[in-house]
């Protein structure tokens, strides 16, 4: 199972652009980099998943180098509403999504 | 949007007593899941659920969790004897498919128990 490494928490004024990076040097080859959020005393949501390169959708974007051993979550302009908990998890089998700690991010106005 | 639904919101219960949380995943999804979330810790998986039998568990899930699937629309957890460090937010999710890419799973809004 990979393993993750992201920061505990980062802080962000409203309006700017927020990356997270995560590290997965141990990634296999069928294994497919996923990114949840949650909010206080909600369940986690899913926003990105990628394998390779860069995938957008309309919440955020995922950079995905060639190596795969890291990952960079990319939230455009941040609202305050964006303030919750950012999980990078690395999956393929198995039914059971593995959370680590996650990223705490701030952002203030 | 269809969404994952949790009852009760909030369940206190005495130590040692049997609870009963109930989920009711969205419709068309084929796999259901349990995760727990002690406070102020992450988010931990308990149980996958798939063709009405248990797919995969982990430690956590012991001979006191029991998961049912009772009906077309519920999916419960039971916790025979509750333990002081049952307390937790309890998550239910479901998604279409079971693993492999784009395997999105959709949480519901989680119930707070509250062993005393």
């Known amino acids: 199972l990979a393993k993750t490494t992201q920061p505990i928490s980062m802080d962000s004024y409203e309006g700017q652009e927020v990356n997270i990076t995560c590290s997965h040097n141990?990634?296999?080859?069928?294994?497919?980099i996923t990114w949840y959020q949650q909010f206080p005393s909600q369940g986690p949501r899913f926003i990105i998943q990628?394998?390779?390169t860069k995938v957008t959708n309309e919440v955020a974007s995922l950079f995905i180098p060639a190596d795969r051993k890291s990952s960079t979550l990319s939230l455009p302009r941040v609202s305050l509403s964006d303030t919750a908990v950012y999980y990078c998890?690395?999956?393929?089998?198995?039914?059971?999504?593995?959370f680590g700690k996650g990223t705490s991010l701030l952002v203030t106005p | 949007e269809p969404e994952v639904t949790q009852t009760p919101s909030h369940q206190v219960t005495q130590m040692g007593q049997e609870v009963i949380l109930r989920c009711v995943p969205i419709?068309?999804?084929?796999?259901f899941y349990w995760y727990r979330q002690i406070l102020g810790q992450k988010v931990e998986f308990l149980v996958s659920?798939?063709?009405?039998?248990?797919?995969?568990k982990s430690e956590i899930f012991d001979d006191q969790f029991s998961v049912e699937r009772p009906d077309g629309s519920n999916f419960t957890l039971k916790i025979r004897s509750t333990k002081l460090e049952d307390s937790a937010m309890y998550f239910c999710?479901?998604?279409?498919?079971?693993?492999?890419?784009?395997?999105?799973?959709?949480f519901g809004p989680g119930t707070r128990l509250t062993v005393l």
């Open positions: 998890l690395v999956e393929n089998s198995g039914y059971a999504l593995n």
């Open positions: 419709s068309n999804h084929l796999y």
């Open positions: 990628g394998y390779k």
């Open positions: 999710a479901s998604s279409p498919k079971g693993t492999g890419s784009y395997n999105e799973q959709f």
């Open positions: 141990n990634i296999a080859t069928n294994d497919y």
């Open positions: 659920f798939y063709n009405n039998e248990i797919s995969e």
